[in-house]
């Protein structure tokens, strides 16, 4: 059994910064993906169980940064310059197994969600 909690989310203005973390993450390939309103979730940064390798999306590269500390079983997303359009519902996955990384149906676990706002 396996048990995600994210936090750090909350109300910024653009341009600022926000770190999410996922705790109780585990070891196996973690993501985190993201729901805006009337939007299906789409994929937002992965990591190896390693935390070697990481993966962005297009619309997120070179803002966010997606980090690992097995130590503390805890998964990071920190996200700089947001944007407006980053608005959502960000959701921690892990239990990855194979498939398209970017496709949240491939992934076994995920956290309650947090809500990420950021106004103009």
């Known amino acids: 059994q396996v048990q995600l909690v994210e936090s750090g989310g909350g109300l910024v203005q653009a341009g600022d910064s926000l770190r999410l973390s996922c705790a109780a993450s585990g070891r196996t390939f973690s993501g985190w993906f993201r729901q805006a309103p009337g939007k299906e979730r789409e994929f937002v940064a992965a990591i190896s169980e390693s935390g070697l390798s990481t993966y962005y999306a297009d619309s997120v590269k070179g803002r966010f940064t997606i980090s690992r500390d097995n130590a503390k079983n805890t998964v990071y997303l920190q996200m700089s310059s947001l944007k407006p359009e980053d608005t959502a519902v960000y959701y921690c996955?892990?239990?990855?197994?194979?498939?398209?990384?970017?496709?949240?149906?491939?992934?076994?676990?995920w956290g309650q969600g947090t809500q990420v706002t950021v106004s103009s």
């Open positions: 996955s892990a239990g990855f197994r194979w498939g398209p990384y970017t496709d949240y149906h491939n992934y076994r676990y």
